[in-house]
């Protein structure tokens, strides 16, 4: 068999140090280039960055919000469960209502996704909320329209979704807006790739 790298702690040095040789991290802030590097080290992408936008106080907004107990909202279980929650700076509860009674009748009835109907019941914990969809684009449409709706707005957005149909369009559009906001341009994103951001960004060390 081949021989192979058995000690945990230099394979996680040695990822890290890789990541940071092979990307190109010169045009991000230091808070976002933190995040960037968690997010490649859970997809393995070091051209990732090429496609990383942001808004100036993400990163700022999403800690302290999440400093100051605020929920994390998540489009798809995958995305909640990867959310370690020893990292979480107030004991944050972790939200997913996709699983809900009701979500898929709702669906129905409003002629659209689980994911998207799911975000109705995000209404009353909404503000101040920092929010991780990776997974339905649909669900990141849904979340600007409600924001458009009703004026209240999340700390911050990590908008993450992967897809074929919808997923460009939906970072384009968060880009776009005035929220706080970090979107991985293009079709690639994703549930672990959103999580790693989310406790990238809980955590203040890497």
Known sequence: ????????????????????????LTRLPPDVAQV??????????????GDLDWSPNVVRDARAALRAGAPILCDAMMVASG?????????NEVVCTLGEPGVAELAEKLATTRSAAALELWRDRLGGA?????????????????????????AAVLGIPVGFIGA?????????SDLEHLVVHGRRGGSAMTAAAVNAIASEVD
């Open 83 to 91: 959310v370690t929650r020893r990292r979480l700076p107030a004991g």
């Open 130 to 154: 920092v929010v991780a969809i990776g997974n339905a684009p649909t669900a990141l449409f849904r979340l600007l329209e409600i924001v458009a709706e009703t004026g209240v707005r999340p």
């Open 168 to 176: 460009a369009e939906s970072k384009q559009a968060l880009a776009e």
């Open 1 to 24: 068999m081949t021989d192979y790298l058995r000690d945990g702690a230099e394979i996680y040095r040695r990822s890290f140090a890789t990541i940071r040789a092979e990307s190109d």
């Open 36 to 49: 960037a590097v968690r997010m490649i080290h859970s997809c393995g992408m070091t051209d990732l960055t």
